[in-house]
T-cell receptor, first 119, second 107 residues
Framework: QVQLVQSGAEVKKPGASVKVSCKVSGYTLTELSIHWVRQSPAKGLEWMGGFDPAYGETIYAQDFQGRVTMTEDTSTETAFMELSSLTSEDTAVYYCATVIVATKLFDYWGQGTLITVSS | DIQMTQSPSTLSASVGGTVTITCRASQSITRWLAWYQQKPGKAPNLLIYEAFRLESGVPSRFSGSGSETEFTLTISSLQPDDVATYYC?????????FGQGTKLEIK
């Protein structure tokens, strides 16, 4: 059974960056494909990007290109999502989730991390 | 990106009743459509995949149909525990997109 435990809620100023962590247990990161999805009242659920094992690289949604970076630390089995140049529109709950490689379906989800952007 | 249009945005029905939610894709996604249930403060939970296949452990009161660009989720014999927001999601490619959600209330 996979468990994903995310870092806690944060408040950020406009223009700042935020880095959310997602610690994996039950499997190793190399066995999983981790993706990030955010949810806001204004825009609903938005896929931000994730690891495509077919090409061995991370793919990003067009809306976040240039502003988001997803990384992994296999020594601590932790995935990270960093989002820069924050605005109030980035206020949302951010989720990490595993994707089943064979089906491209979301499988396990983290508990979510609330990021609030406010001056 | 493929746009997903879901309707209605809210729905109210009685216990024991049946409801249908519709999801339209801006282009053909064949059968690569999933339905999720989300309760407040929780992550989405997979109900249906490949348009009609029931995820393990999901009651058979939930059913999905459709293909190409038009899909439906039907919930029969409504229970109080079905109060939630339901989302469709296309996974035809890795540029996943979701519908705007349908909030289900029980009268």
């Amino acid at each position: 059974q996979v468990q994903l435990v995310q870092s806690g809620a944060e408040v950020k100023k406009p223009g700042a960056s935020v880095k959310v962590s997602c610690k994996v247990s039950g499997y190793t990161l190399t066995e999983l494909s981790i993706h990030w999805v955010r949810q806001s009242p204004a825009k609903g659920l938005e896929w931000m990007g994730g690891f495509d094992p077919a090409y061995g690289e991370t793919i990003y949604a067009q809306d976040f290109q240039g502003r988001v970076t997803m990384t992994e630390d296999t020594s601590t089995e932790t995935a990270f999502m960093e989002l820069s140049s924050l605005t109030s529109e980035d206020t949302a709950v951010y989720y990490c989730a595993t994707v089943i490689v064979a089906t491209k379906l979301f499988d396990y989800w983290g508990q979510g991390t609330l990021i609030t952007v406010s001056s | 990106d493929i746009q997903m249009t879901q309707s209605p945005s809210t729905l109210s029905a009685s216990v024991g009743g049946t409801v249908t939610i519709t999801c339209r894709a801006s282009q053909s996604i064949t059968r690569w459509l999933a339905w999720y249930q989300q309760k407040p403060g929780k992550a989405p939970n997979l109900l249906i995949y490949e348009a009609f296949r029931l995820e393990s452990g999901v009651p058979s009161r939930f059913s999905g149909s459709g293909s190409e660009t038009e899909f439906t989720l039907t919930i029969s014999s409504l229970q109080p525990d079905d109060v939630a927001t339901y989302y469709c999601q296309q996974y035809e490619s890795y540029s996943y997109t979701f519908g705007q959600g349908t909030k289900l209330e029980i009268k």
